[in-house]
């Protein structure tokens, strides 16, 4: 078990964890096998099969050595990393919010990963029953990896969780993951958190996502669509939807200062 602390985190920082062992061995590394980001200290994205979508982190109070702490469990082994130059947490959570409600990644764009170790590769050659087998060409799915590498902008993309853990790109920020903590107490406005937290993805998944799934099926349709007018609309939704969440981020944002910095 490993520890998180959340006080000392940035928006945009990555957590590597053990996640799928069998993704886990299918890259470089092997010993992650998921991904998810850091939005605010308590707010994290992350990358299932169905959707993406905003996480709370169920918090605790923990005490190692002499040092008492506000953070959250991970089982096994765990990284934190972090951009060299962190991006600005109005900015991580503009790219955050475009990338909601996106289904997980396609068989045949995992099969263009390109840290996969050659039994990966023989796996992926046969249709999988929990990934689809094709990309909506307009909002193509994500890896978790892939995912969290967007959002920060990194040179490459396309990369699995293995990958993330040894890139250049990012730096072992110190201290951040303790081995052995003992758990005290789980924080007593975690649920509050949470609440809030869920209130933003039911807002801001649903209403992109079904806009670019209506213009994809549409397309597929054979419909001649004015697409500036189409990526008009969408910029406008996502205004719209980061417009009518900002107050839902301020009120996450205070929460996690009472809980953190108090």
Wanted: a negative charge; charged letters at 25%; one cysteine or more.
């Amino acid at each position: 078990m490993s520890i998180i602390k959340a006080t000392p985190l940035l928006p945009g920082d990555v957590l590597l964890e053990p996640g799928d062992p069998k993704i886990a061995a299918g890259a470089e590394g092997g010993v992650f096998g998921h991904a998810s980001l850091a939005v605010t200290r308590l707010t994290w994205m992350q990358v299932g099969l169905r959707a993406i979508m905003l996480q709370a982190r169920p918090i605790a109070r923990y005490r190692s050595g002499s040092e008492t702490f506000i953070g959250f469990e991970i089982d096994g082994q765990a990284l934190v990393r972090r951009r060299h130059a962190p991006r600005t947490a109005t900015d991580v959570w503009a790219e955050v919010t475009s990338e909601l409600g996106r289904k997980y990644a396609s068989r045949v764009k995992l099969q263009q990963i390109k840290d996969l170790m050659p039994d990966a590769i023989e796996a992926l050659a046969q249709p999988l029953d929990y990934v689809p087998e094709t990309d909506d060409p307009l909002a193509p799915g994500r890896l978790c990896s892939e995912a969290c590498a967007v959002v920060l902008g990194l040179s490459e993309t396309l990369i699995s969780p293995g990958a993330l853990a040894l890139t250049d790109e990012l730096m072992d920020p110190p201290g951040l993951v303790v081995p052995h903590a003992t758990f005290i107490e789980a924080h007593p406005r975690s649920d509050e958190l949470a609440e809030l937290v869920n209130t933003i993805s039911r807002r801001a998944a649903p209403r992109l996502s079904r806009a670019l799934q209506d213009c994809a099926e549409r397309l597929k349709a054979g419909e001649d669509i004015d697409r500036d007018a189409f990526f008009a609309s969408i910029e406008a939704e996502f205004t719209d939807t980061v417009g009518a969440n900002s107050q839902l981020v301020r009120q996450i944002e205070a929460l996690e200062a009472l809980i953190l910095d108090a």
